[in-house]
């Protein structure tokens, strides 16, 4: 990227020694170019200010946008006349207005647009988007709860719609479902996750028209028997999410008599009225056709033999996810002794699982590329040591609160599963050594280490040196940590995107940073406020509770237009005017969560000017505590969960 | 049924049975067929020829393929357990649709004068909806003539024949290019489909009395099998036909006094009334049936005549069917030939002749809020979405009322308020931050910002949306009919070619 950077400064100089030397370049050739600098918003910036010509060409490669204001839109769209994806979800308010202009400008070249998070629109403006933009392919509605029926219908006049979420659309029914069928007959993809008003009757119907449906999610829905034969009709589904369908049992499965032989991937967690009596009549049943295809299954069951055999019968099977499953010992047995290789199990909070049961499990398949042992308590070093030595390919490793495991096991991550890229070792007893150790996953991005006492900043100086790729790091609780090993990090990872850093102690130099939770930090005051709102331009979410920030530091991060979420909790040296100018300030904010005192101390038509702009607001009535003893907290901690 | 099993007439029975229900779809036909060939009269030689011959030739035509086919078919189709009750629901089903068109009709016709401005257009998108509920009407028809026809609930081998038949029949108006290797039924809808669409196209020019005529005597024809026992069938000479004036059916009293004048509906009331005349009148023989007392000696079986000509159930009537008692010949001549002047007070749409149909209606009027696009309205959500699950290009109607709730969320008046209201305020934040250049800038982005919100209650705004006409009728065109006919009618673009019915219609105009 910095090499590409190099090249632009040098461009732009040569344009301004000669003018005409730059039209040597296609403009084919710079996109091409373009295409490269994707990964980072702000190379590209930095392309188009080059110079006019520069500006024109970025203007017209552009094809997504995301805005993050909507009063913008209109001009934005003015200078992107090429733009086919639309990523609406950091404008706070997205309303009728916004859409009919986005929909007048764009016309046909619009092909998807994400509105999720925004319920500030109705049917006009979708109608307005389904007419004007054929097309339109994709479309994201997920929590607009307050989308009706109509407003749905309105959508439906977008014949050429492919892929449709309508997750959390709490008003929407049977009608609306009904008219999206019959209107968009070419939907792949439909989510209807937690749409209560949705039945069977819409599902059928959907299933009977929209018949090039690939996947399907139906999690939470009150769908019963009475719509999974038509669902098992369609020729093309591939991914079918029935999470929390209380009212499909194993009667309702076995009754089914066409498998559906294009699936590969069934969710059926947290389905409690399915056992696995009802899988194996899914998997076995008459022939080869049922589920032979399947590659993922994800269930709720007990594992015992029985379910262990029924899933054997599945050849294409890569992954499986067993989560709050109860286990026995003889059902993972019977899992390891499967001759095909698995690529992704999760165990996570399946509390029987035992090093002998696991290792029994893994000697067979080395080719796991994912494990997450979340919550397994009973295992020990030797799971650890089994892990390592058999699946050296992993590149996912999640172990949560694997308490019985010792420091020492952590070294033996970092030595033998080299491709690691994502370790979540929160609430494990690993240590400085450990860490180095495991901080030779070079390729590592997504590194947690949330309630790991052992830490200090010798150990996270390591990850600074060696995981220059990293974008999330958790620190949560880890006290051990201070401003050294934090400014460590923050020099060498320069992808850093989200940092949890609460309960320990900030650093300048990530300019990616979008995540920032730097609660109970009470020796972070002003001064760490005013370098960050200057570096850290991207800062989507903060939290500045219990720290020592007063109306200085906020108003200085009220300079970040990104900014989103803000939780200010017990600040002391928050004055309620401070907090006014800030909220004001800080325009594209959409969540705020504050004390309830503030609620009486500012007034009421302050508030009112900031919902209009579509801020949410949440009122918090706690009271300050004093902060424990780390190693008391976590004792306390136990014990709680020991009493349960 | 009147006629015990074993009665004499019952051999004849079963063929003639068959016969009638097997003109009902004919009858229905009506809409869709039978005034087809009409047209074409209609357009060529005289535009005054009324519809109504044509309409009974047309039916004799179809009747005598029926009874051919019926000699052909064996008796082996047992229809006694058949419901006539399921079958009225479904005519009077189709009835109510086929009101629903001949409104939309009447809409269109209504518009025709006011609208000169870009007729093609118009045509186009009216012949769009006609067509569109014609094939809804049609498919409804297909469907529930499984139902109407008896024999089909017996034996399903003859159904394939029986709906070959209708394909032939209504491919025999048709030229060829329908498309050869398509099934039967689909041949029947595709030879109709296109038919009607011509028939959209002529709907103006034939008077809408010539209508309205048509659908009434269709309708209620087939209504009338409520009244006439289905199971009658006496040969011809063993019943007395009588006649009655059409004064005197319109009449609102048949039973008057003989020496009052006053006049009764009912006999019996008459016999009450009578008893304040004298004593005479107040005996049991007097007060008694008068029939009771001649019942001994078989008297000649009395059958009822229509005075209307041209009538199915006019004696002159080639297939003449009687009605049995006075009561069916007031019903019938009420729904029939005259006008509807009871309107429902609910919905004030459905107008009916003869009062008790009215109270019927009113009992379920306004139970229907199930809608399809199509105007269907079902008392259950599972029958609507049966309905839009077996036909192409029908949508759930989300209910007005909805729509209306809807238009923007509900905190838009709070919002503006809010805003209106900041735009007073001077927030006094001045004196505690820092840069006070920075707090001006921003509440001079505050200022701005309102305009934001408010701007968006502005009623312009909703005018800017570009509907593409959508304002023009009063529900959205039907976008997708072509696309959910191209099954129906696969030579849809080839009807106006074929009668050449379009052309005619816009010169006509």
Redesign the interface.
């Known amino acids: 990227m910095k090499r590409q950077r190099t090249i632009v400064t040098f461009n732009s100089n040569m344009n301004n020694n000669n003018n005409h030397l730059f039209h040597f370049l296609s403009e084919e050739i710079i996109f091409i170019i373009l295409d490269f600098l994707n990964q980072n918003p702000i190379d590209k910036k930095a392309f188009s200010l080059a110079c006019k010509s520069f500006y024109a060409i970025e203007a017209k490669h552009r094809k997504k946008l995301k805005p993050l204001r909507?009063?913008h839109i209109p001009k934005v769209l003015n200078r992107y006349p090429h733009v086919s994806h639309i990523d609406l979800t950091l404008c706070p308010?997205i309303?009728?207005?916004s859409l009919?202009t986005i929909?007048?400008a764009c016309m046909s070249s619009l092909r998807s647009i994400d509105l999720s998070g925004s319920?500030?629109?109705?049917?006009?403006g979708l109608?307005?988007l389904a007419?004007?933009c054929k097309n339109l392919v994709e479309i994201n509605l997920s929590n607009a709860t307050?989308l009706?029926?109509?407003?749905v219908?309105a959508l439906?006049?977008a014949?050429n719609l492919e892929k449709l979420w309508l997750g959390r659309c709490k008003q929407i029914t049977?009608?609306?479902v009904?008219?999206i069928?019959?209107?968009c007959r070419k939907l792949r993809l439909i989510s209807l996750k937690w749409c209560p008003g949705v039945g069977d009757?819409?599902v059928?119907?959907l299933a009977?028209?929209c018949k090039d449906i690939r996947s399907l999610d139906l999690s939470y829905l009150p769908i019963t028997d009475k719509c999974l034969p038509s669902i098992f009709k369609l020729q093309y589904l591939e991914d079918l999410v029935l999470e929390g369908c209380f009212g499909i049992d194993d009667d309702s499965l076995s009754g089914l008599k066409h498998g559906c032989k294009s699936l590969k991937k069934l969710d059926i967690s947290s389905c409690q009225n399915i056992t696995h009596i009802g899988l194996s009549s899914l998997t076995s049943g008459s022939g080869s056709g049922r589920l032979s295809r399947a590659n993922h299954i994800v269930t709720w069951l007990s594992v015992t033999l029985a379910l262990a055999d029924s899933l054997k019968k599945l050849p294409m099977l890569q992954s499986i996810k067993l989560d709050d499953c109860p286990v026995t010992y003889a059902g993972l047995k019977a899992i390891g002794n499967w001759c095909a290789s698995l690529r992704e199990l999760s165990l996570s909070k399946c509390a029987e699982v035992t090093d002998e049961s696991l290792s029994s499990l893994l000697t067979k398949h080395k080719d796991l590329r994912k494990l997450d042992i979340t919550c397994c308590r009973k295992i020990t070093y030797a799971s650890i040591d089994h892990i390592t030595n058999s699946c050296t390919a992993l590149t996912s490793l999640r172990m949560e609160s694997c308490t019985l495991v010792p420091r020492e096991a952590f070294v033996l991550i970092g030595q033998r599963c080299q491709f690691l890229e994502e370790i979540d070792i929160t609430d494990n007893e690993v240590d400085d050594e450990g860490l180095k150790s495991i901080c030779r996953c070079s390729n590592l991005s997504s590194l947690k280490l949330g309630i790991c006492l052992n830490i200090t900043d010798e150990g996270v100086a390591n990850i600074g040196m060696c995981c220059s790729k990293l974008v999330e790091l958790d620190l949560y609780r880890c006290t051990g940590i201070s401003d050294s090993g934090i400014s460590a990090v923050a020099s060498g990872c320069p992808g850093l995107e989200m940092i949890n850093i609460a309960y320990s102690a900030i650093a300048v130099g990530c300019k990616q940073l979008a995540k920032l939770d730097i609660k109970k930090c009470s020796s972070i005051d002003d001064a760490g406020m005013i370098p960050l709102a200057h570096f850290s331009q991207n800062l989507r979410q903060i939290n500045l509770s219990y720290s020592s920030v007063s109306?200085?530091g906020l108003?200085s991060l009220?300079s970040i237009s990104c900014l989103q979420s803000l939780t200010i909790l017990h600040l002391k040296g928050l004055?309620p005017?401070?907090l006014?100018?800030a909220l004001?300030?800080c325009?594209g904010l959409t969540k705020v969560k504050l004390q309830a005192t503030f609620k009486t101390l500012l007034?009421q038509?302050?508030f009112?000017?900031l919902?209009?702009?579509g801020c949410v607001f949440q009122w918090r009535d706690k009271f300050f505590r004093a902060e424990l003893d780390p190693q008391c907290w976590k004792i306390q901690l136990e014990d709680i969960m020991q009493m349960q | 049924m009147r006629f015990p099993a074993d009665c004499p007439p019952f051999a004849n029975f079963k063929p003639q049975l068959h016969q009638q229900k097997w003109e009902d779809p004919s009858i229905l036909d009506y809409g869709g067929i039978g005034i087809e060939p009409s047209f074409q009269e209609f357009n060529q030689p005289s535009e005054t020829q009324t519809s109504l011959p044509c309409n009974s030739n047309n039916d004799t035509k179809m009747a005598d393929r029926e009874d051919g086919r019926m000699c052909e078919t064996p008796q082996a189709n047992k229809s006694q357990d058949w419901d006539p009750r399921t079958m009225l629901n479904n005519l009077s089903f189709l009835e109510q649709k086929i009101h629903q068109l001949q409104d939309l009709v009447h809409l269109i016709v209504g518009r025709r004068g006011q609208v000169l401005g870009r007729p093609d257009e118009l045509v186009a998108q009216q012949q769009q909806l006609i067509t569109a509920d014609l094939t809804s009407i049609i498919a409804q028809l297909i469907s529930t003539a499984g139902s109407l026809l008896p024999s089909v609930k017996h034996t399903l081998s003859t159904t394939t024949p029986s709906i070959g038949q209708f394909g032939q029949l209504g491919g025999s108006f048709v030229p060829s290019g329908v498309g050869s290797g398509t099934d039967a039924s689909v041949k029947l809808q595709n030879s109709n489909g296109s038919k009607l669409a011509d028939q959209s196209n002529h709907t103006d020019l034939i008077s809408n009395y010539g209508t309205e005529q048509n659908y009434s005597i269709e309708e209620h024809e087939s209504k009338d099998e409520e009244d006439a026992d289905e199971g009658e069938n006496l040969p011809p000479g063993s019943y007395e036909i009588l006649q009655l004036e059409k004064e005197e059916i319109l009449a609102p009293h048949t039973h008057f006094c003989a020496i009052c004048g006053k006049g009764f509906k009912r006999d019996a009331n008459l016999r009450m009334h009578m008893r304040g005349h004298g004593d005479e009148y107040k005996t049991p023989a007097a007060l008694a049936k008068p029939n009771k007392e001649s019942g001994s000696e078989p008297t000649l079986i009395k059958r009822y005549s229509c005075p209307y000509a041209g009538c199915k159930r006019n004696k002159d009537h080639k297939k003449f069917q009687p009605l049995k008692t006075i009561l069916c010949v007031k019903n019938h001549y009420k729904r029939t030939h005259c006008d509807k002047s009871y309107t429902c007070s609910r919905c004030n749409t459905k107008k009916f002749s003869v009062i008790a149909d009215l109270k019927t209606h009113e009992k379920h009027c306004g139970k229907d809020k199930w809608l399809c696009f199509c105007g269907t309205t079902f008392s259950r959500?599972?029958k609507l979405?049966g309905h839009?699950?077996l036909f192409q290009?029908?949508?759930?109607a989300?209910p007005l009322d909805?729509?209306k709730?809807?238009?923007?969320?509900?905190?838009h008046g709070?919002?503006?308020?809010?805003?209106n209201?900041?735009g007073n305020?001077n927030?006094?934040?001045g004196?505690?931050?820092?840069?006070g250049g920075?707090?001006v800038q921003?509440?001079m982005?505050?200022k701005e910002?309102?305009n934001?919100?408010t701007?968006?209650f502005s009623p312009l705004?909703?005018e800017?949306?570009?509907?593409?006409g959508?304002h023009e009728f009063p529900r959205?065109p039907f976008?997708?009919s072509e696309s959910s006919f191209s099954f129906l009618m696969p030579g849809s673009c080839n009807y106006t070619h074929k009668t050449g019915g379009e052309p005619n219609s816009n010169n006509l105009d």
């Open positions: 909507s009063e308010r309303t009728d207005t009919t929909s007048n319920n500030c629109f109705s049917g006009t109608l307005s007419v004007n307050e009706r029926d109509s407003a219908a439906a006049e014949k049977d009608m609306g009904g008219c069928a019959v209107g009757l819409g059928g119907l009977v028209k109306d200085v108003l009220a004055s005017s401070g006014a100018a004001l300030a325009r007034p038509a302050l009112e000017h919902e209009a702009r | 959500k599972d979405f839009i699950a290009g029908h949508t759930p989300i909805e729509t709730g809807t238009q923007g969320p509900a905190d709070e919002g503006s308020e809010a805003s209201r900041v305020i927030f006094s934040f004196s505690t931050a820092p840069g920075g707090v921003n509440l982005d505050v910002s309102i934001d919100p701007s968006y705004n909703f800017t949306c570009n509907f593409d959508f959205p976008e997708d």
